[in-house]
């Protein structure tokens, strides 16, 4: 089984500063790990997501996130806040098993001009 | 990229009648939809996935009898809220996985119950 804790339900920053959302996971197995962003009414898009190989990853929008296992933690950054980045942001784990996700309870990003 | 759509975007219905909501995935096919609800501030929690051709897998607490999936093709499914009540009203999002195991999502359904 898997889950995932994001740390902090609401993250406030100033346009400009940097963004940085805390995720850590359990999985029993090798983990799959997603983030992913929700604008309002809207579906999700992915982020970025770790499966195998080098442990910082990518994305769009300028984000990054490193997996570390001995931390259990997948946290995601951006050096400088947009106003755009105003979002809600799931990270979310699954394993090679059955691919199905299990969310974080989402983390609110503000952004101040 | 890929792209998955959802239909309705919003449906409002009263208490007792049924509701269907179709995820389409429109430029692949799916080997395995997943169907999520997502209540007001808060995540998503996974409702069932099915697989094309067989009986979808409903998660723990779901009930299958109401929430019907239906997963006729590789690039359709379908969920039949039944006798929908108020407390049935969210936000329901469908995702798609690939050939290539890559998830991607829908835009959503609300679904409103009066």
């Known amino acids: 089984a898997q889950s995932v804790t994001q740390l902090g339900s609401h993250v406030s920053v100033s346009e400009g500063a940097l963004v940085l959302l805390r995720c850590n996971y359990s999985?029993?197995?090798?983990?799959?790990l997603f983030w992913y962003v929700q604008y309002p009414n809207q579906g999700l898009q992915l982020l970025l997501k770790?499966?195998?190989?080098?442990?910082l990853v990518k994305g769009i929008n300028g984000f990054e996130a490193e997996f570390k296992k001995s931390e259990t933690s997948f946290h995601l950054t951006k050096p400088s806040a947009h106003m755009s980045d105003a979002a809600e942001y799931f990270c979310?784990?699954?394993?090679?098993?059955?691919?199905?996700?299990?969310f974080g309870a989402g983390t609110t990003v503000t952004v101040r001009a | 990229g890929a792209v998955v759509s959802q239909h309705p975007s919003w449906v409002i219905c009263k208490s007792g009648t049924s509701v269907k909501i179709e995820c389409r995935s429109l430029d692949f096919q799916a080997t395995t939809m997943f169907w999520y609800r997502q209540f007001p501030k808060q995540s998503l929690m996974l409702m069932a996935t099915s697989n094309e051709g067989s009986k979808a897998t409903y998660e723990q607490g779901v009930e299958k009898d109401k929430f019907l999936i239906n997963h006729a093709s590789l690039t359709l499914s379908t969920l039949t809220v039944t006798s929908a009540h108020p407390e049935d009203s969210s936000f329901y999002i469908c995702?798609?996985?690939?050939?290539?195991?890559?998830?991607?999502f829908g835009p959503g359904t609300r679904l409103t119950v009066t």
């Open positions: 979310a784990v699954s394993s090679s098993n059955d691919y199905k996700l299990s």
């Open positions: 770790y499966t195998t190989g080098a442990t």
């Open positions: 995702s798609a996985r690939s050939y290539y195991h890559e998830q991607y």
């Open positions: 999985s029993s197995v090798p983990p799959y």
